[in-house]
Each structure stands twice: as structure tokens, then as C-alpha cells.
């Protein structure tokens, strides 16, 4: 694979999405807009899945989702914690372009600027629904007109909580749907933010099938405060070295079957072939007893060095899935590198939306490709992409 980049080790993500499947005859670029769905996890290490290696943690939707499309192995996060890397994916830029520097306390004068620009806000704008269901953590005071909230962002629907699911993940009190204060919740957070997304797309999907829609679904786990479903706990007490062990494991369950949850239900809808679905984390893997309440913090960055915070590998590469059924080839292991960044310019060109041109990008944007079709090996590659130097 050739690739002219003005980043010569990554690989843009138009360039992925220009990849055939095996007798297809229209390229991907051409027709119906995807739907597009980025799923991200809070702390997942890059060792903390089965098809990452992970010698206990069973997730088998994760599996057959990386199946069905592509595994990458060299996939960044922004940053090596959370506020900034989500402010980093949702802009594109650099966190520090923005001035979020680390993650944003509760009640402080940090936040994503409202000069800043979101794809979000242009997916909007190019015709998308857009919602946010789960973590938002790019301001700290949340939910108060003091600063821009996630509706400024860009998100038509959101249901979210500023920072972590409180009191744990387990019968969380702290979601705000849309300005309103949900309070107590039954269940666990991430199966309950599955459930606001489901709800919203089948909502949308009534009102206008035919508007293309955005989905970010922001998982609180495996961060700490941990607590997991005990019919999943059980799997693992045989496993674990301890009971937090346990728990911790069966948190990352509990996320693959929300993910399984949320995949079932677009194959019943019939939008599988036209959702793109993205899978990552935010940065690499909680420290066992960094703080107080980090008891449970049992994430594998394996074979990386170093853990969330750290500016080594562990710190930013992260699991990364990509499927989209009909249009990606399935099984396949891509390891040129790959960045949260390269979201916004991607996903605004699949849009049909036009690139800011105001503002320095560190993403990568498709000006040109070259395709061909290698059916010899079973399926399509791409060969050949120009990118813009921002």
C-alpha cells in the first residue's frame, strides 16, 4: 500500500472507507450518506479485550464486530486522559489549541470553547440527527448556562452526566436528559445509556427514516467508581485474584454486551449496511490504587509500556474496531496508525459536509484517491491516498 501523507505513518480513515467488498461495483464515497456511530469506552487498556488478547475477559460481540470489519493495532487516543482526548476527537485539533490541558475537575472554568468547531455541529448542519448519550466531560460547570453545554456542541439529543456515573456505575443519579435533571436510575450505566441511544434512534427513525443520523455513545465503564452485574461477576471470581479483579472483568462484559445490545438492534432496524460503527477508548488503562477509590482499577495495557497519564504507548494507543457491513471488507488487521483526530475531517467528507478552512486541523483529510480491487486475497484494497498538509 502507497500512501503520500504529510503524516507518513497514518492512515487516514477516508482512505479505510475507500475499501471494497468483494464484487461490489459503486464506490463507498458515492450514494446514500452512512449513519455513523462512535462507541467509546472510559479507561478500557488496549489489552482488556478477547480479541486483543486478553486471556480471561470474554467479549464476544466485540469479536464478531471486529469480524465483521477492521482490527486495528495501532489506534491513538488524543490524549492520554479524558477530557482532553474527547475535546481532541470532537474538534479535531490538538487539545491544547482549545486550552484543555487535562481533565476537567467539577465546577471549574474549564471547558470546550464555544469558538471552537465540533463536527458534530456540522453534521448538523449537513442534515444529520445528532445525539450524545453517556459521559460528556468537556465542561465543569455541567448543565449550567455558564458554559456551552453539549447542546452547543452540536447534539440535538443528549443525555448525559458531566463526569463519572455516580454513585457508580450501578443505579446512577446524576444524568441530565436535554437540561433536565433525570435523578435515580435503575441498572447499570452503560446498559442504561444504550437504552436512551436505542430509544432516540428508534424515535428518529420514525420521524424520517431517510435522514442520515450520528450516534456518540459514551460509556462511564471500566472507570472507576466500578460496580458490575453479579450474573457476570460470578464468570470471573474462578479467574480473578481477587474479588476487584472479578469485578473489573466483568465490567468489561457488561460493556460487550451492551455493544451486542446496540448491534442486534440495528440489524433488526435494517441499518446495519448503512451505520458505520466505531469502537474506542478515550485513553489507556486505569492505575490499581492511583487514588483512594482506584481498588478496581485492574485494565491490562499489555504488551505497552506504561498506563493511563503516561505519554509512552499505554497512555494513548487503545483498542480500536471499525465495521461498517457491505462496504469494509470483513477480517481484517490493519496496522498503520490511526487517531481519534482523523474523525472530524472523515466524517464531515462521508457527510458531504465542507472542512473548516479557518482553523488548523491535525487530522487527516482525503483530497485524492486511487483505488483497486484485489479479489485475489478475497478482498478489496485501497492503494493510494494524497493528504492535505494542515
Known amino acids: ?47 482488556d479485550l478477547e480479541c486483543y488478547g486478553h486471556p480471561h475477559i470474554k467479549t464476544p460481540h466485540l469479536n464478531a464486530l471486529a469480524e465483521s470489519g477492521i482490527r486495528f493495532t495501532d489506534f491513538y487516543s488524543a490524549a492520554p486522559v ?46 444529520y440527527a445528532t445525539c450524545l448519550s453517556g459521559k460528556w466531560h468537556c465542561n465543569g460547570k455541567f448543565n449550567n448556562d455558564a458554559q456551552p453545554q453539549p447542546d452547543a456542541a452540536g447534539f440535538d439529543h443528549w443525555f448525559a452526566t458531566q463526569n463519572n456515573a455516580s454513585p457508580s456505575h450501578a443505579n446512577p443519579r446524576n444524568y441530565v436528559r436535554n437540561g433536565e435533571e433525570v435523578g435515580a436510575l435503575e441498572g447499570y450505566s452503560c446498559q442504561i445509556a444504550t437504552d436512551e441511544a436505542l430509544g432516540w434512534i428508534e424515535k428518529q427513525q420514525k420521524a424520517d427514516a431517510e435522514q442520515p443520523f450520528f450516534l456518540y455513545l459514551a460509556f462511564h465503564e471500566p472507570h472507576e467508581p466500578i460496580a458490575s452485574p453479579e450474573s457476570l461477576v460470578k464468570d470471573y471470581r474462578e479467574d480473578a485474584r481477587q474479588e476487584e479483579e472479578a469485578l473489573y472483568f466483568a465490567n468489561v462484559a457488561n460493556v460487550d454486551a451492551a455493544v451486542g445490545r446496540l448491534q442486534a438492534r440495528l440489524a433488526e432496524m435494517g441499518l446495519t449496511d448503512d451505520t458505520l460503527v466505531i469502537f474506542s477508548s478515550d485513553n489507556g488503562p486505569e492505575t490499581l490504587l492511583r487514588y483512594q477509590r482506584a481498588k478496581n482499577s485492574f485494565g491490562s495495557a499489555a504488551p505497552l509500556r506504561g498506563m493511563k497519564l503516561w505519554t509512552t504507548e499505554a497512555g494513548f494507543r487503545v483498542p480500536g474496531i471499525m465495521s461498517w457491513p457491505g462496504v469494509i471488507a470483513p477480517k481484517q488487521t490493519e496496522k498503520a496508525a490511526f487517531s481519534s483526530l482523523d474523525f472530524f475531517p472523515t466524517f464531515l467528507e462521508l457527510a458531504g459536509a465542507e472542512v473548516p478552512r479557518d482553523r488548523a ?30
Not at 481533565?103 to 455541529?121: C, H, M, W
Not at 486541523?361 to 494542515?390: E, N, W, Y
Open 82 to 127: 479524558c477530557s482532553p482526548s474527547r475535546v481532541g476527537l470532537m474538534t479535531g485539533r490538538n487539545p491544547n489549541r482549545a486550552g484543555v490541558y487535562d481533565f476537567i475537575p467539577g465546577n471549574k472554568d474549564i471547558y470546550l470553547r464555544a469558538s471552537e468547531v465540533t463536527f458534530p455541529q456540522l453534521l448538523k448542519k449537513a442534515g
Open 361 to 390: 486541523l491535525d487530522g487527516t483529510q482525503s483530497l485524492a484517491l486511487s483505488r483497486r480491487r484485489d479479489f485475489g486475497a478475497g478482498k478489496a484494497s485501497a492503494v493510494g491516498i494524497l493528504q492535505c498538509p494542515q
Open 1 to 47: 500500500m502507497r500512501i503520500l501523507s504529510s503524516r507518513p505513518l497514518s492512515l487516514s480513515l477516508s482512505l479505510l472507507l475507500s475499501i471494497f467488498v468483494r464484487g461490489a461495483e459503486e464506490p463507498v464515497l458515492e450514494g446514500k450518506r452512512p449513519n455513523i456511530v462512535v462507541i467509546l469506552c472510559d479507561d478500557l487498556g488496549y489489552g
